[in-house]
Nanobody, 128 residues
Framework: QVFLVESGGGLVQAGGSLRLSCAAS????????MGWFRQAPGKEREFLAG????????NYADSVKGRITISRDTAKNTMYLQMNSLRPEDTAVYYC?????????????????????WGQGTQVTVSS
């Protein structure tokens, strides 16, 4: 059984930074891409960033590019999201997810419907 467990969320002031972690277990993820999404109240879950577990190739949503960095540590089976210059509008529940690459492009992997496994989410609150 696959488990994705997020951690690192919390309350931070605007302009601050957070690093989220996603611990993955239950299978080999070598053929998977991992992604970070977020969902604010009343809004759709949106793609933020993705990383190929095998190649470490990355892709970012334009809305957050330059403020976030996705990375992974294959030895620890853990993915990270470093977020800087946080804004109140970044307040949301942040989720990690895993999708089989299977020839998919990053255009496909920005679509949450293509992800097979999800974590339970971690709350990030940015105060003004």
């Amino acid at each position: 059984q696959v488990f994705l467990v997020e951690s690192g969320g919390g309350l931070v002031q605007a302009g601050g930074s957070l690093r989220l972690s996603c611990a993955a277990s239950g299978r080999s993820f070598s053929s998977y891409a991992m992604g970070w999404f977020r969902q604010a109240p009343g809004k759709e879950r949106e793609f933020l960033a993705g990383i190929s577990w095998r190649t470490s190739g990355t892709n970012y949503a334009d809305s957050v590019k330059g403020r976030i960095t996705i990375s992974r540590d294959t030895a620890k089976n853990t993915m990270y999201l470093q977020m800087n210059s946080l804004r109140p509008e970044d307040t949301a529940v942040y989720y990690c997810a895993a999708a089989q690459v299977a020839g998919r492009s990053w255009y496909d992997l920005r679509n949450k419907a293509n992800y097979d496994y999800w974590g339970q989410g971690t709350q990030v609150t940015v105060s003004s």
